[in-house]
């Protein structure tokens, strides 16, 4: 059974640094094809792909935040971080975790509510 | 970046209905196109992957189709528990990209 699960700070301030934890089970991210892909959303808005991680550890942002964003994995191969640097209010969204193995989200966590605000 | 325009942005239906949603790409995505339903305070669930594969347990009044740059979401036979909000995604290219939504609201 495949669950993903996102953590965060809940509310941070502006021009700080966001970290995220997605912790997945019931697949390795050191199996052959297998991405992370973190995704955000704010209320009431569409969905915005941030990046990605694969198996082999390569890397995938988007290029409007690209110099603002680093993903990485753990050794274990169980979880998967995001880290946003200089965040400001126009980052508060819920931010998901999903497996896209083959580009899609056929797994996706519950998300994770974060607020920007002074 | 490919962009996605998605119509319409809300539709309201009558139970037992069938609706349609579009979503148009910038260039051609050669079928790599997903649908997602997300209902309120929930995480989006895949529906449709490679334009018009039924994922896995998805009720099969749920369709897709489309190729090159053109493709469209079926809904037969409308139930109250499809009132979502539902989202295109193509996947030829990174950065991912989605669709604006659409909002399906039983009339």
């Known amino acids: 059974q495949v669950t993903l699960k996102e953590s965060g700070p809940g509310m941070l301030q502006p021009s700080k640094t966001l970290s995220l934890t997605c912790s997945f089970s019931?697949?390795?991210?050191?199996?052959?094809?297998?991405?992370v892909s973190w995704i955000r959303q704010p209320s009431g808005k569409s969905l915005e792909w941030l990046a990605a991680i694969d198996w082999d550890g390569d890397k995938y942002y988007n290029p409007s935040l690209k110099s603002r964003l680093t993903v990485s994995k753990d050794t274990s191969n169980t979880q998967v971080f995001l880290k946003i640097t200089s965040v400001d209010i126009a980052d508060t969204a819920t931010y998901y975790c999903?497996?896209?193995?083959?580009?899609?989200?056929?797994?996706w966590g519950q998300g994770v509510m974060v607020t920007v605000s002074s | 970046d490919i962009r996605m325009t998605q119509s319409p942005a809300s539709l309201s239906a009558s139970l037992g209905e069938t609706v349609n949603i579009e979503c148009l790409a910038s260039e051609d995505i050669y079928s790599d196109l997903a649908w997602y339903q997300q209902k309120p305070g929930k995480s989006p669930q895949l529906l449709i992957y490679?334009?018009?594969s039924l994922q896995n347990g998805v009720p099969s009044r749920f369709s897709g189709s489309g190729s090159g740059t053109q493709y469209s979401l079926k809904i037969n036979s409308l139930q109250s528990e499809d009132v979502a909000t539902y989202f295109c995604q193509q996947y030829n290219n990174y950065p991912l990209t989605f669709g604006s939504g659409t909002k399906l609201e039983i009339k």
């Open positions: 999903a497996r896209t193995n083959r580009g899609f989200g056929d797994y």
């Open positions: 019931g697949f390795s991210l050191s199996t052959s094809g297998m991405v």
């Open positions: 490679n334009a018009n």
